[in-house]
């Protein structure tokens, strides 16, 4: 299957610090998702990206899918303690099917 | 309700128990999937379905039985589960043809 690799596997900042954290693929994607996930719930989609290049932004948080389409990335500016979480990016090949996720980033907040 | 709700919350069984978990949309959507997640691994894709036709079963062993009995509704049941089967499961939904998929909550499982 699709291989993600998601960098870093974790992150310990200072509140009111930037966050960068990104995924790469051995392969081409048309699709690129970025999730968070909050300990003992579900992942909740933060920002969908379609087209190569594009670079969409969601309050603090702001996504780029790769000019190459093989890797995306997400930054979080002035983070915050409800920023804590695990960030997963997940990628597709195909619209409406598989998605394949990577590893996440475990993001801690010091405040 | 809204959004995906998943039923029970957590459950833990026995090798021998039979059990089932429950996943409810109200998006609209007619696609369905169940994922497992493990610590320190990516999600896995279990099942697919769309428009309540499987379309997707990534060898997932047999003591997986999944249900779609309506664009609404999804189960997953268990049966002579191992050890190992101890996982998060996560039910999504999404529209046929759009990327977006919307997760539950999560059924935290244990198999002693």
């Known amino acids: 299957g699709q291989q993600l690799n998601q960098s870093p596997q974790s992150m310990f900042i200072q509140e009111g610090e930037d966050v960068s954290m990104n995924c790469t693929s051995s392969s081409i994607f048309n699709t690129w998702l970025w999730y968070k996930q909050d300990p003992g719930e579900g992942p909740v989609l933060l920002i969908a990206?379609?087209?190569?290049?594009e670079l969409t932004s969601n309050g603090r948080l702001t996504a780029q899918f790769g000019i190459t389409r093989k890797d995306s990335f997400l930054n979080i500016s002035a983070s915050i303690p409800s920023d804590v979480g695990i960030y997963f990016c997940a990628g597709s090949t195909n619209t409406g099917n598989q998605f394949y996720f990577g590893t996440g980033t475990s993001l801690t907040v010091i405040p | 309700e809204t959004g995906v709700t998943q039923t029970p919350r957590h459950l833990v069984m026995g090798m021998t128990n039979k059990k089932s978990l429950k996943c409810e949309q109200h998006l609209g959507h007619n696609a369905m999937y169940w994922y497992k997640q493990s610590a320190k691994k990516p999600l896995e894709l279990m099942f697919v379905?769309?428009?309540?036709?499987?379309?997707e079963n990534n060898s997932v062993p047999s003591r997986f039985s999944p249900e779609c009995p309506n664009s609404s509704h999804l189960f997953l049941h268990l049966h002579t589960l191992q050890p190992e089967d101890s996982a998060l499961y996560l039910c999504?939904?999404?529209?046929?043809?759009?990327?977006?998929?919307?997760f539950g909550p999560g059924t935290r499982l244990t198999v002693l």
């Open positions: 379905y769309s428009l309540e036709e499987r379309v």
């Open positions: 990206l379609y087209k190569a290049g």
């Open positions: 999504a939904s999404s529209q046929q043809g759009a990327d977006e998929q919307f």
